[in-house]
């Protein structure tokens, strides 16, 4: 088995911002509880022109360049997604296309806001086994596509964005180990309910709004605190590892009480956490996408340093992972 490491990473970020000033417009809500509720501040918002895959190919030429390959490099490409430009055929089929990636075989990994560990740890089983060499693993959401603007209760949350790394053998660090979950018990928490086979869409479902996300908050953040915990626990333990050896968490920013009960519930110092959900918000897969790309340019990660990447989201699922910077 090869030991898989990152040899580039990318990000694009859609250039409109949108704040919580603006938000007081649109809902009855305010910069004060949004602050203090969530951590966030701001967040970018696609263009109407801009849909999942336009996101995706900034971000992925981006970790291309990074990692000095050409897409004809590539042959393998997972993008995590909820929000795919359409039902089928995949964002990565785009993004092959696109990118001029002739080689590479291409899917979409559906796991909300873990999808991004999810894909990452596919792709380290191909490379490993030796089924590919290099693997293009990019988070890309359009979430204000399935935000329900007149719910204050959610569109504070979300943003817009796109990450992506490059995956190939190491020749020095790598992933250590990763773990993932799935409590889909816990389906009906967080859900877009319309759009399916179950509620296609029809002037009902629009009616009732189904097509936008719904969520049962409270009960999400509880579960989340836990989980992220244990997953990170977990991995640490299958790579031999306990929480002091970490130097830096990378974690899914879906509230900065949630990232901070779940420090505290490991004992970890608040400066080894990085964060950007002040100026993102919640991106689901393209948040610990774009953050580990974030921290890698602001010289937070270092050769040698240990890795945490941390993440749960809608099904309930949850993935973490260990990397040895090389
Ligand atoms: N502005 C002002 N008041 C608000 C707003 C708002 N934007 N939203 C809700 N409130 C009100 C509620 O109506 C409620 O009022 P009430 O007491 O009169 O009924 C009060 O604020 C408290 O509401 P709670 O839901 O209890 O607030 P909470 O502290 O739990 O924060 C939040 C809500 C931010 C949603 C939090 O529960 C959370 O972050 N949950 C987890 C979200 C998450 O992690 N999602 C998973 C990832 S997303 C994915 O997978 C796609």
């Known amino acids: 088995m090869k030991r898989v490491g990152i040899i580039g990473v990318g990000e694009y970020l859609p250039k409109r911002v949108l704040t919580n000033a603006d938000l007081e417009k649109m809902v009855d809500t305010s910069d004060e509880w949004i602050t203090t509720r969530t951590g966030i501040k701001e967040r970018r918002l696609a263009a109407k022109s801009e849909a999942t895959s336009d996101l995706a190919i900034k971000a992925a030429k981006d970790a291309l360049a990074d990692a000095k390959l050409k897409p004809q490099d590539l042959d393998l490409i997972i993008v995590a997604t909820i929000t795919p430009d359409m039902p089928f055929p995949a964002v990565a089929c ?39 060499r290099n693997a293009l693993v990019v988070g890309a959401e359009t979430l204000s596509a ?43 928490l967080l859900m877009v309910p319309g759009g399916g086979s179950r509620n296609p869409a029809s002037a009902h479902t629009l009616g009732k709004r189904l097509h936008h996300i719904k969520m049962k908050g409270n009960e999400v953040f509880k579960l989340a605190v836990t989980i992220m915990a244990e997953a ?26 949630i990232i901070m009960a779940m420090a505290k519930k ?60 090389g």
């Open 94 to 132: 785009l993004l092959q296309n696109a990118l001029g990636a002739k080689d590479a075989i291409c899917f979409d990994i559906s796991a909300a806001c873990a999808g991004f560990v999810y894909a990452i740890t596919v792709a380290q089983q191909f490379i490993a086994r030796g089924s590919a």
């Open 146 to 188: 399935i935000t329900d603007w007149q719910d204050r209760n959610t569109c504070v949350l979300f943003g817009d964005g796109a990450g992506a790394v490059v995956l190939a053998e190491a020749k020095s660090g790598g992933i250590l180990s990763t773990y993932l979950g799935c409590n889909g018990s816990k389906a009906d």
């Open 232 to 257: 990170a626990q977990n991995v640490l333990k299958k790579a031999g590892l306990e929480c002091k050896d970490i130097d830096l968490v990378i974690p899914h920013q879906a509230n900065v009480r």
């Open 266 to 325: 490991l004992n970890l110092a608040p400066e080894k956490i990085y964060l950007n959900i002040e100026r993102r918000g919640n991106m689901s897969s393209a948040s610990t996408a774009t953050a580990l790309c974030e921290a890698v340019r602001a010289g937070r990660i270092k050769r040698g340093d240990i890795i945490l990447l941390d993440a749960f989201g809608a099904g309930l699922v949850w993935g973490a992972c260990v990397i040895k910077w």
